[in-house]
Protein backbone atom coordinates (compact mmCIF):
# COMPACT_ATOMS: atom_id res chain seq x y z
CA UNK A 1 0.00 0.00 0.00
CA UNK A 2 2.91 2.32 0.64
CA UNK A 3 4.43 2.23 -2.76
CA UNK A 4 0.64 3.64 -4.33
CA UNK A 5 -0.29 7.01 -4.70
CA UNK A 6 -3.88 8.22 -5.46
CA UNK A 7 -4.06 11.40 -7.35
CA UNK A 8 -7.09 12.89 -5.12
CA UNK A 9 -9.63 15.84 -6.18
CA UNK A 10 -10.57 18.05 -3.24
CA UNK A 11 -13.55 20.24 -3.74
CA UNK A 12 -13.47 24.00 -3.64
CA UNK A 13 -16.53 26.25 -2.68
CA UNK A 14 -19.52 24.89 -0.59
CA UNK A 15 -18.68 21.05 -0.20
CA UNK A 16 -14.99 21.81 1.44
CA UNK A 17 -15.05 22.11 4.80
CA UNK A 18 -17.93 18.86 4.88
CA UNK A 19 -15.16 16.70 3.22
CA UNK A 20 -11.98 18.19 5.00
CA UNK A 21 -14.06 17.58 8.26
CA UNK A 22 -14.74 13.89 6.93
CA UNK A 23 -11.37 13.27 6.33
CA UNK A 24 -9.80 14.49 9.08
CA UNK A 25 -12.08 12.16 11.41
CA UNK A 26 -11.24 9.33 9.33
CA UNK A 27 -7.95 10.15 10.40
CA UNK A 28 -6.77 11.84 7.16
CA UNK A 29 -6.17 15.45 8.39
CA UNK A 30 -5.86 18.06 5.47
CA UNK A 31 -3.08 20.97 5.83
CA UNK A 32 -3.11 23.35 3.49
CA UNK A 33 -1.68 27.33 3.34
CA UNK A 34 -4.62 29.44 2.50
CA UNK A 35 -4.16 30.24 -0.36
CA UNK A 36 -2.56 27.11 -1.77
CA UNK A 37 -3.85 24.14 -4.07
CA UNK A 38 -2.09 21.17 -3.19
CA UNK A 39 -2.53 20.41 0.47
CA UNK A 40 -1.08 17.78 2.28
CA UNK A 41 -3.71 14.77 3.26
CA UNK A 42 -2.75 12.46 5.65
CA UNK A 43 -0.06 12.08 8.81
CA UNK A 44 3.47 13.12 7.14
CA UNK A 45 7.29 11.02 7.87
CA UNK A 46 7.52 8.93 10.76
CA UNK A 47 3.84 9.86 12.27
CA UNK A 48 2.51 7.80 9.29
CA UNK A 49 2.96 4.03 9.78
CA UNK A 50 3.89 3.85 13.79
CA UNK A 51 5.08 0.90 15.60
CA UNK A 52 5.47 -0.65 12.71
CA UNK A 53 1.95 -0.78 11.42
CA UNK A 54 0.87 -0.48 7.94
CA UNK A 55 0.83 3.01 6.25
CA UNK A 56 -2.21 4.19 5.08
CA UNK A 57 -2.96 5.37 1.30
CA UNK A 58 -0.91 8.22 0.63
CA UNK A 59 -2.43 11.00 -1.34
CA UNK A 60 -0.95 14.27 -3.61
CA UNK A 61 -4.19 16.23 -3.44
CA UNK A 62 -5.21 19.34 -5.40
CA UNK A 63 -8.18 21.29 -4.76
CA UNK A 64 -10.22 21.90 -8.04
CA UNK A 65 -14.12 23.34 -8.06
CA UNK A 66 -16.13 20.07 -8.12
CA UNK A 67 -17.00 20.32 -12.23
CA UNK A 68 -13.36 20.19 -12.76
CA UNK A 69 -13.03 16.91 -10.63
CA UNK A 70 -15.61 15.23 -12.62
CA UNK A 71 -13.68 16.25 -15.53
CA UNK A 72 -10.31 15.31 -14.19
CA UNK A 73 -11.63 12.00 -13.69
CA UNK A 74 -12.86 11.01 -16.81
CA UNK A 75 -9.22 12.25 -18.30
CA UNK A 76 -7.64 10.27 -15.93
CA UNK A 77 -5.62 12.94 -14.22
CA UNK A 78 -7.03 11.91 -10.80
CA UNK A 79 -7.87 8.78 -9.83
CA UNK A 80 -10.42 9.76 -6.77
CA UNK A 81 -12.66 12.73 -6.11
CA UNK A 82 -15.02 14.47 -4.16
CA UNK A 83 -17.88 15.94 -6.38
CA UNK A 84 -21.63 16.15 -6.18
CA UNK A 85 -24.22 13.89 -7.99
CA UNK A 86 -25.43 16.88 -10.17
CA UNK A 87 -22.18 17.74 -11.96
CA UNK A 88 -21.47 14.04 -12.53
CA UNK A 89 -24.98 13.62 -14.15
CA UNK A 90 -24.38 17.15 -16.02
CA UNK A 91 -20.70 16.09 -17.64
CA UNK A 92 -22.34 12.93 -18.54
CA UNK A 93 -19.02 11.37 -16.24
CA UNK A 94 -17.88 7.77 -16.69
CA UNK A 95 -16.72 7.52 -13.44
CA UNK A 96 -16.98 4.78 -11.02
CA UNK A 97 -18.93 6.12 -7.84
CA UNK A 98 -17.75 4.82 -4.76
CA UNK A 99 -19.27 6.35 -1.80
CA UNK A 100 -22.54 8.97 -1.38
CA UNK A 101 -21.24 10.43 1.76
CA UNK A 102 -24.98 11.75 1.65
CA UNK A 103 -22.90 15.57 2.76
CA UNK A 104 -24.46 18.78 1.05
CA UNK A 105 -27.68 17.27 -0.32
CA UNK A 106 -29.51 19.50 -2.76
CA UNK A 107 -32.26 18.48 -4.96
CA UNK A 108 -31.89 20.12 -8.48
CA UNK A 109 -35.32 21.92 -9.22
CA UNK A 110 -37.29 23.60 -11.65
CA UNK A 111 -38.88 26.86 -10.85
CA UNK A 112 -40.68 29.89 -12.27
CA UNK A 113 -42.32 32.95 -10.93
CA UNK A 114 -45.83 32.73 -8.74
CA UNK A 115 -47.27 35.35 -11.04
CA UNK A 116 -46.29 33.17 -14.17
CA UNK A 117 -47.61 29.95 -13.40
CA UNK A 118 -51.89 29.09 -14.07
CA UNK A 119 -53.28 26.74 -11.55
CA UNK A 120 -49.64 26.12 -10.61
CA UNK A 121 -48.53 24.72 -14.04
CA UNK A 122 -46.64 26.80 -16.65
CA UNK A 123 -48.85 28.51 -19.61
CA UNK A 124 -48.95 26.37 -22.71
CA UNK A 125 -47.21 28.84 -25.00
CA UNK A 126 -44.06 28.32 -27.06
CA UNK A 127 -40.67 30.42 -26.51
CA UNK A 128 -40.29 30.43 -22.98
CA UNK A 129 -36.37 30.99 -21.41
CA UNK A 130 -35.03 28.73 -19.11
CA UNK A 131 -31.81 29.56 -17.17
CA UNK A 132 -29.54 27.21 -15.67
CA UNK A 133 -25.50 26.63 -15.26
CA UNK A 134 -26.66 22.63 -15.80
CA UNK A 135 -27.04 23.29 -19.71
CA UNK A 136 -27.08 19.33 -20.05
CA UNK A 137 -29.76 18.75 -17.38
CA UNK A 138 -32.10 21.78 -18.49
CA UNK A 139 -32.19 20.47 -22.11
CA UNK A 140 -33.35 17.01 -21.02
CA UNK A 141 -35.80 18.41 -18.80
CA UNK A 142 -37.04 21.03 -21.78
CA UNK A 143 -37.39 18.18 -24.12
CA UNK A 144 -40.10 16.54 -22.34
CA UNK A 145 -42.08 19.63 -20.92
CA UNK A 146 -41.37 22.44 -23.24
CA UNK A 147 -39.69 21.30 -26.72
CA UNK A 148 -40.17 24.90 -27.72
CA UNK A 149 -38.58 26.72 -24.89
CA UNK A 150 -35.33 28.92 -25.04
CA UNK A 151 -32.42 27.96 -23.00
CA UNK A 152 -30.01 30.69 -21.67
CA UNK A 153 -26.78 29.89 -19.50
CA UNK A 154 -26.76 31.16 -16.06
CA UNK A 155 -23.08 31.36 -14.47
CA UNK A 156 -24.47 31.56 -10.75
CA UNK A 157 -26.86 33.71 -9.28
CA UNK A 158 -29.67 31.89 -11.22
CA UNK A 159 -32.60 32.86 -9.15
CA UNK A 160 -32.20 36.50 -10.45
CA UNK A 161 -33.07 35.68 -13.83
CA UNK A 162 -36.83 35.96 -13.72
CA UNK A 163 -38.97 37.49 -14.33
CA UNK A 164 -36.98 40.16 -17.07
CA UNK A 165 -34.47 37.48 -17.97
CA UNK A 166 -35.84 34.51 -17.82
CA UNK A 167 -39.55 32.74 -17.46
CA UNK A 168 -38.20 29.63 -15.61
CA UNK A 169 -35.29 28.06 -14.22
CA UNK A 170 -32.91 24.68 -12.88
CA UNK A 171 -31.18 25.45 -10.15
CA UNK A 172 -29.96 23.63 -6.96
CA UNK A 173 -31.79 23.84 -3.99
CA UNK A 174 -31.46 22.88 -0.50
CA UNK A 175 -34.09 24.60 1.93
CA UNK A 176 -36.43 26.63 -1.05
CA UNK A 177 -35.51 29.56 0.99
CA UNK A 178 -33.79 31.47 -1.43
CA UNK A 179 -36.12 30.40 -4.33
CA UNK A 180 -39.11 32.20 -2.08
CA UNK A 181 -37.41 34.90 -1.06
CA UNK A 182 -36.93 35.51 -5.45
CA UNK A 183 -40.96 34.98 -5.79
CA UNK A 184 -40.34 31.98 -7.63
CA UNK A 185 -42.02 28.38 -6.88
CA UNK A 186 -40.83 25.03 -7.63
CA UNK A 187 -42.74 23.13 -10.54
CA UNK A 188 -40.74 20.00 -10.69
CA UNK A 189 -37.95 18.60 -8.65
CA UNK A 190 -35.24 16.75 -11.48
CA UNK A 191 -32.97 14.67 -9.18
CA UNK A 192 -31.48 14.39 -5.54
CA UNK A 193 -27.61 15.45 -5.22
CA UNK A 194 -25.38 15.02 -2.91
CA UNK A 195 -21.59 15.00 -1.87
CA UNK A 196 -19.81 11.79 -3.65
CA UNK A 197 -16.38 9.92 -3.95
CA UNK A 198 -15.92 8.75 -7.15
CA UNK A 199 -13.27 7.29 -9.07
CA UNK A 200 -11.80 7.24 -12.39
CA UNK A 201 -11.74 3.87 -14.62
CA UNK A 202 -8.38 3.96 -15.13
CA UNK A 203 -7.76 3.50 -11.22
CA UNK A 204 -10.44 1.32 -10.97
CA UNK A 205 -8.83 -1.12 -13.45
CA UNK A 206 -5.49 -0.90 -11.61
CA UNK A 207 -5.02 -3.24 -8.58
CA UNK A 208 -3.00 -0.91 -6.74
CA UNK A 209 -5.03 1.84 -6.87
CA UNK A 210 -8.19 -0.10 -6.59
CA UNK A 211 -7.11 -0.77 -3.09
CA UNK A 212 -6.22 2.27 -1.47
CA UNK A 213 -9.39 3.74 -3.30
CA UNK A 214 -11.50 0.79 -1.08
CA UNK A 215 -9.32 1.72 1.88
CA UNK A 216 -10.26 5.46 1.78
CA UNK A 217 -14.09 3.78 1.29
CA UNK A 218 -14.06 2.27 4.31
CA UNK A 219 -11.97 4.93 6.34
CA UNK A 220 -14.87 7.86 4.87
CA UNK A 221 -17.72 5.02 5.85
CA UNK A 222 -16.43 4.21 9.01
CA UNK A 223 -17.07 7.58 10.02
CA UNK A 224 -20.47 7.96 8.52
CA UNK A 225 -21.60 5.06 9.81
CA UNK A 226 -20.31 6.28 13.30
CA UNK A 227 -22.06 9.52 13.09
CA UNK A 228 -25.69 7.33 12.57
CA UNK A 229 -25.00 5.91 16.14
CA UNK A 230 -24.28 6.35 19.82
CA UNK A 231 -22.59 3.69 22.26
CA UNK A 232 -24.86 2.99 24.86
CA UNK A 233 -23.44 1.15 28.13
CA UNK A 234 -25.76 -0.15 30.87
CA UNK A 235 -25.95 -1.98 33.74
CA UNK A 236 -28.78 -4.46 34.58
CA UNK A 237 -29.34 -7.66 36.64
CA UNK A 238 -29.03 -10.80 35.65
CA UNK A 239 -32.61 -11.50 36.03
CA UNK A 240 -33.33 -8.51 33.51
CA UNK A 241 -30.45 -9.58 30.81
CA UNK A 242 -33.03 -11.26 28.61
CA UNK A 243 -35.76 -8.92 29.26
CA UNK A 244 -33.24 -5.84 28.13
CA UNK A 245 -31.41 -7.41 25.40
CA UNK A 246 -34.74 -8.03 23.76
CA UNK A 247 -34.99 -4.28 23.20
CA UNK A 248 -31.99 -3.42 22.50
CA UNK A 249 -31.24 -2.41 18.59
CA UNK A 250 -27.81 -3.64 17.51
CA UNK A 251 -25.72 -4.17 14.66
CA UNK A 252 -25.10 -7.92 15.00
CA UNK A 253 -25.18 -8.85 19.16
CA UNK A 254 -24.75 -6.93 21.76
CA UNK A 255 -21.26 -6.60 24.03
CA UNK A 256 -22.40 -8.64 27.44
CA UNK A 257 -19.99 -8.78 30.34
CA UNK A 258 -20.33 -10.41 33.87
CA UNK A 259 -20.23 -8.45 37.27
CA UNK A 260 -20.20 -9.53 40.79
CA UNK A 261 -19.82 -13.09 39.80
CA UNK A 262 -22.66 -13.32 37.35
CA UNK A 263 -25.13 -11.46 39.52
CA UNK A 264 -25.33 -8.75 37.27
CA UNK A 265 -24.33 -7.72 33.50
CA UNK A 266 -22.71 -4.52 31.75
CA UNK A 267 -24.06 -4.43 28.11
CA UNK A 268 -22.79 -2.57 25.34
CA UNK A 269 -24.62 -1.78 22.22
CA UNK A 270 -23.70 0.60 18.88
CA UNK A 271 -27.43 2.03 18.58
CA UNK A 272 -28.76 4.64 16.47
CA UNK A 273 -28.69 7.89 17.24
CA UNK A 274 -32.28 8.59 15.91
CA UNK A 275 -33.80 5.96 18.80
CA UNK A 276 -32.00 6.93 21.31
CA UNK A 277 -34.66 9.39 22.95
CA UNK A 278 -37.02 6.31 23.35
CA UNK A 279 -34.57 3.89 24.11
CA UNK A 280 -33.15 5.49 27.36
CA UNK A 281 -36.66 5.15 29.28
CA UNK A 282 -37.00 2.01 28.15
CA UNK A 283 -33.58 0.69 28.77
CA UNK A 284 -35.15 2.43 32.14
CA UNK A 285 -38.49 0.45 32.85
CA UNK A 286 -36.50 -3.32 32.06
CA UNK A 287 -34.29 -2.93 34.77
CA UNK A 288 -31.21 -1.22 33.31
CA UNK A 289 -29.21 1.59 35.81
CA UNK A 290 -25.92 3.68 35.56
CA UNK A 291 -26.73 4.01 31.80
CA UNK A 292 -23.56 5.79 29.97
CA UNK A 293 -24.47 7.53 26.52
CA UNK A 294 -21.32 8.18 24.40
CA UNK A 295 -20.08 9.65 20.70
CA UNK A 296 -18.23 7.10 18.65
CA UNK A 297 -15.81 8.43 16.01
CA UNK A 298 -15.18 5.53 13.74
CA UNK A 299 -17.51 2.65 13.63
CA UNK A 300 -16.80 -0.33 10.80
CA UNK A 301 -19.13 -3.11 10.84
Known amino acids: ????????????GRMQAEVLRLLA????????DERGYRPQVGASGAEAGLNGYARPPRFEAKFLKPQNIVEMLDLGSRDVGFAGAD???????????????????????VAAPTALLVGGKLPSRPGL???????????EWMARNAPDAVFVRSYGATEVFPPEDADIIVDNCATGSTLKANGLAIIDEVMKSSTRLYASRAAMAD??????????????????????????EVNVPASRLAELTEALPFMKSPTVS????????AVRVAAPRAALAGLIPEIK????????VSELSQLVP
Open 207 to 232: PGKRGAAESLVLLAGSVLEARKRVMI
Open 258 to 265: PLKGGEAF
Open 129 to 139: RVASEYETIAR
Open 1 to 12: MSDVVLELGLPK
Open 87 to 109: WTRELGSGAVELLDTGLDPVRIV
Open 285 to 292: RRGGSDIV
Open 25 to 32: DAGLPVKA
